[in-house]
């Protein structure tokens, strides 16, 4: 049994291993300055954190498409709360965080009241853009004061050290907790889970909870960085959120998975992203269009090559 899981452990992890090296070795080759990664790399270190809660989400066999329109949500109540209602950023940026975990909540709780995540993220990634696009100016809030540099140490934008932080943590509550391994129960085998009466409508809000909370936790650093407050804030995030914890290895229909797993597959991600992007500037053709098409080929290969060792190898 153990040569069977090792087997399936590394057959999971060689295509993203590979890839990921494949890609490094170009953007190597063609990066003069590697600092100038560092920015770069922003946006995928908050897409990094809310990939921490999808991989748990993703484990008890859900799923939350409006990760991305929490974050808008929350950076547009942050923005207005300071702008327009005079809040101190500290107490906007409490109540943006406070935002995300309340919609974080309206999502679970009518997923333990039984609906399909599937369709309950559908309806709030709607109901929540929609808020946002209504509280915010079409223009956005730019904010009157320069709070970017508050969210450096030194050359490092605070985004790296937060997201090794929640890293930690999640790997600690998911994969050395009871909570965690009632993750992989409930992904697994969600009626035998209920029977042996474990508490999983607690784990669900929980994850759910969760993800609010990170998406708050985005937003706040999001207007601090850009300063600016923008109702399409990481719009369509929640595409490479997802993306991330599939590359790694997770199985998409729950059960399977690992934290270590999602931080491979964002650094395959954020490799690739940038390694088409520096590729565009040598081929014409590279254009926007064609990078999505290749990460979306990307996600659904990895995602089937994974469902067929599992089935196999199971």
């Known amino acids: ?38 920015q770069t790399g922003i946006e995928w270190m908050e897409v990094g954190i809310l990939a921490m809660a999808m ?55 009518a997923i333990v009241q039984g609906l399909s995540p599937l369709i309950v993220t559908l309806a709030t990634m709607a109901l929540y853009s929609g808020l946002a696009l209504s509280i915010a100016p079409e223009a956005g809030i730019q904010m009157p004061i320069d709070l970017e540099e508050a969210i450096y140490f030194g050359r490092w934008p605070a985004q790296y050290f937060i997201f090794v932080i929640v890293l930690l943590l999640t790997h600690v509550l998911l994969h050395h907790t009871r909570s965690g391994r009632t993750c992989f129960y409930l992904g697994e085998n969600p009626v035998a889970a209920r029977y042996v009466a474990l508490p999983i409508n607690q784990i669900r809000l929980g994850v759910y909870l969760l993800s609010g909370l990170l998406a708050g936790v985005v937003a706040v650093m999001y207007v601090m960085s850009r300063t600016t407050a923008i109702a399409i804030a990481h719009q369509g995030a929640e595409l490479k959120v997802i993306a991330c914890v599939v590359v790694g290895g997770t199985l998409i229909t729950g059960g399977h998975g690992s934290i270590a797993r999602t931080l491979l597959g964002l650094c395959v991600m954020a490799s690739l992203d940038i390694c088409l992007d520096l590729m565009a500037n040598d081929y014409s053709w590279m254009d926007a269009r064609v990078k999505m098409i290749v990460m979306g080929v990307l996600v659904i290969a990895i995602a089937v090559w994974n469902q067929w060792l599992a089935k196999r190898l199971n």
């Open 1 to 38: 049994m153990n040569r069977v899981k090792l087997k399936s452990t590394f057959l999971t992890l060689l295509v993203p291993m590979l890839l990921f090296l494949i890609a490094m070795t170009i953007v190597i080759t063609k990066v003069e300055r590697p600092a100038a990664l560092i």
């Open 55 to 109: 991989t748990a989400i993703i484990i008890t066999g859900g799923i939350d498409l409006s990760v991305a329109s929490i974050v808008a949500l929350c950076v547009v109540t942050t923005g207005v709360l300071f702008d327009e209602y005079s809040w101190s950023y500290p107490a906007a940026a409490s109540a943006g965080i406070a935002i995300g975990v309340f919609a974080g909540g309206i999502n679970g709780l």
